[in-house]
């Protein structure tokens, strides 16, 4: 009971308090780099904290308490601005920050004058912090489990003897219309990037769809060869069903049985797979890592304030180079990364996974490659124009990266698609979201079978079915629109 009047408990439970509220609301697999490593980098600071404190040695239990609550509120301060109605005369950055400053040192005044309060809210805050730390250890517990919890339906997968393993090319698009949507939207004709790959033996499919119009749910259910149960995955509109897509998309059944095969996977995708962690993000969307640490003041800042510095008066060219362009440099390196793995294979087969942000927008350039002042380009009111310029450039790209592989790495399977059509438009269109591309290169150029995918969900069936001798059915091809607004699964009956 001493100890709890003396020793400052609170200091240490403070980062475990925290990191467990984390892990339950949004890690459900954080890596160990982005867990350990800053959670003791934490105690180091919060140790040497205590050090300085205790040598002090004079009202240490009130400077105990303003270490405290300025740690309470670095950790969890997008917590306490998001629970601040945005109307409120305290949600500004101007009044919230120096407020979250000064806050400690006010109390630790007000301490100072009544020495036996000090040490009443000294013990008080022990006590809470055990307390919170236990119930929330329960609640971790619980999220931690349903984590391990499998969200897709295991499927077996075995092959028979077979010769030959070919490099497989996994090249992903991300929100590549079709072709009928393209016509629609801009009564433009991609004959020109069709009739280029067919020339180089690729079969492109007429008219194909995604089975989702959402991405992590439409590459989670083309990885793991079937449709995700709707049930599981909902509410669709918390940010957990995003998690599980991730769980499911790192445990995928094709990764998986490629590895059993022998295969090296080679991911620069957007999603970590098995062991394979991912060293690209989307701009918006903070995956399971980064979201462990989204509500404290460091990445709240960032992510509200570090514009500043690239766009306005306080721009700052390399800031805007190394943030607002950020996708377009990573886009290019996936790309060129991508060449050089066929230009230096060495015999062993692969798994190629590669995700292009592409012609997803930003739209960074104009049709010919020339890139815009973003900061001027964003919100101008002819996005229309500037889509179709940059899925111009994005073919240009595409054809480009096409005739390498198939110059460089001949014998691949060489998979060109995207994960959803064309979505920013209104909501007359939605049956158009689905409408995607695919064209395929295969090896022996038997596309017999290849011409049956008919939806992203059959592709993978049968290409094992043509290459690693199995039976696996094909499934019903069947489309659906995701609204996290009114958490539901739409079928969309006119699908194109």
């Given amino acids: 009971m001493r100890k709890l009047e003396s020793f400052p408990f609170f200091l240490y439970l403070l980062p475990i308090f925290f990191y467990l509220v984390a892990i339950t609301n949004y890690g459900l697999h954080p890596t160990t780099t982005y867990l350990v490593l800053p959670f003791v980098l934490m105690l180091i600071i919060i140790s040497l904290g205590h ?30 601005k998001e629970a601040i109605p945005t109307t409120n005369f305290f949600y500004s950055y ?3 920050f120096p ?19 000090g040490q009443t ?10 307390i919170l730390t236990t119930m929330q250890i329960g609640f971790a517990a619980k999220n931690i489990k349903a984590s391990q919890g499998v969200f897709m339906k295991p499927i077996e997968l075995s092959s028979s003897q077979i010769k030959s393993k070919p490099n497989i090319y996994f090249i992903l698009f991300d929100e590549y219309p079709g072709q009928i949507s393209l016509q629609h939207y801009y009564q433009f004709n991609n004959e020109k990037l069709v009739n280029h790959l067919r020339q180089n033996d690729y079969y492109v499919f007429d008219t194909i769809n995604s089975n989702y119009d959402k991405t992590v749910y439409s590459v989670n259910s083309t990885l793991n060869l079937q449709y995700v149960d709707s049930t599981i995955y909902k509410p669709v509109k918390d940010y957990a069903a995003y998690l599980k897509n991730y769980v499911s998309i790192r445990k995928n059944l094709v990764s998986n049985f490629l590895k059993k095969e022998g295969y090296s996977i080679h991911n620069l995708s957007l999603f970590s797979i098995d062991n394979y962690e991912s060293n690209y993000a989307f701009p918006m969307l903070y ?12 990445e709240k800042l960032k992510r509200d304030l570090l514009w500043k510095l690239y766009c306005g008066r306080f721009r700052m060219e390399s800031m805007y180079n190394k943030y607002l362009l950020h996708t377009h440099h990573q886009n290019n390196e996936i790309i060129q990364k991508t060449i050089e793995a066929a230009v230096k294979t060495d015999g062993k087969p692969f798994f190629h996974f590669a995700h ?18 973003m900061e001027k380009e964003t919100h101008t009111s002819d996005t229309s124009i500037k889509a179709l310029a940059y899925l111009k450039y994005t073919n240009t790209r595409m054809m480009q990266l096409s005739d390498s592989l198939v110059k460089n790495d001949p014998q691949a399977i060489i998979i060109l698609f995207s994960d959803h059509g064309y979505r920013d438009t209104p909501e007359e269109n939605r049956k158009y979201y689905c409408n995607n591309f695919m064209a395929i290169h295969l090896p022996d150029s038997n ?10 969900v ?37 699908r194109q």
């Avoid at 050090?51 to 917590?79: A, E, P, S």
């Avoid at 997803?360 to 890139?371: A, I, Q, Y």
């Avoid at 059959?458 to 607004?485: A, C, G, T, W």
């Fill in 458 to 494: 059959n592709l993978f069936r049968v290409i094992f079915n043509q290459y690693f001798n199995m039976q696996l059915p094909l499934l019903k091809n069947e489309s659906y629109s995701i609204d996290e607004e009114e958490d539901k699964f739409s079928l969309l009956e006119n």
């Fill in 356 to 373: 292009l942000l592409m012609p997803h927008e930003p739209l960074f350039t104009d049709s010919l490659g020339n890139l815009y002042d």
């Fill in 94 to 96: 101007y009044i919230l």
């Fill in 447 to 456: 596309y017999a079978q290849i011409s049956k995918i008919g939806s992203n």
């Fill in 287 to 298: 995956t399971n890592n980064r979201n462990l640490y989204r509500n404290t003041l460091l």
């Fill in 51 to 80: 050090l300085f404190i205790h040598k002090k040695k004079i009202q240490h239990k009130r400077l105990y308490i303003i270490f405290f609550l300025w740690t309470l509120f670095y950790l969890f301060f997008g917590n306490i």
């Fill in 99 to 117: 407020l979250v400053c000064m806050m400690p040192l006010i109390i630790g005044y007000l301490l100072k004058r009544n020495l036996n309060n």
């Fill in 121 to 130: 809210i000294f013990t008080y805050l022990n006590w809470l912090m055990m």
